[in-house]
């Protein structure tokens, strides 16, 4: 899933590539993908591309009056064309989900890969209208030290949870969470009210700002092997920890998991992973 520094490495290439441009026209593949009718994607048509922008983990394409917001849930992604393919799209078929062409003959795809369609695209007059933005929380890379260290105190539960819940803060996804708490030596279990809310937020601000820094330049089609590189734990179940050399251990929930160092994270401790006991059962 593109989390905060994805989704601002792909606002940062579209603005070079698209501010002052024009919409030719836009075509949908995927008929799920997009959430609203009124205004039609055809009004956009010759209109000038405005401004690109991010809005937690939310990429917005700014037009005079209208924001095209687009979400792209876990599997979703962008495919940047220099020179836009003329064919007509295929419908329902791949993982193309919206087809954008520009004045340039330039174009960006929308995609989506896998069999469950959760992205989503909306053209509203004020990027407020869609629900989710309306609800998201400070930006993770905004937040004070004040409001955040609230926004644990008044949070219930694991804080890998909280730090994924985008309207308590916004923009941050599986895969940082388990780089966030991994820097931050906090067990991805520890209840959020018990956390130390000034050093989670330094190790946010540590991790989020790194890999901004090391994505942010890069076209997209390079844009997820670079994320993966700079990861420590999170996908790298059984390697060595980075910090300590410990192995790196997992726990898998029904569709993701979390990766920790349980050296560096908790105490020594593995944490139960229950289908991994069942497993083994
Ligand atoms: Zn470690």
Redesign the pocket.
Known sequence: MPELPEVDALAEFLRRKIVGDFVERIDIAELSLLKTVDPSLDSLAGLEITGTARVGKSLIIEFAGLDLVCRFARAGWLVWHDRVPTAPLKMGKGPLGMRIRLASGAGIDLTEAGTKKNASVALVSDRAEVAALAASGPDALKVDDDQFAVALSTSHGRIKNVLEDQEIIAGIGNAYSDEILHTAKISPFAPADSVDAGRLLAAIHTVLGAAREALIGLPPSKVKAAKKRGFSVHGRTGQP?P????TIAEVSFAEKSLQY?P??QTGGKKLSDRRMDRLLK
Do not use: H
Request: with cysteine; charged share 0%; proline share 0%.
């Open positions: 920890c910090v300590c050399g410990s160092c050296t560096c």
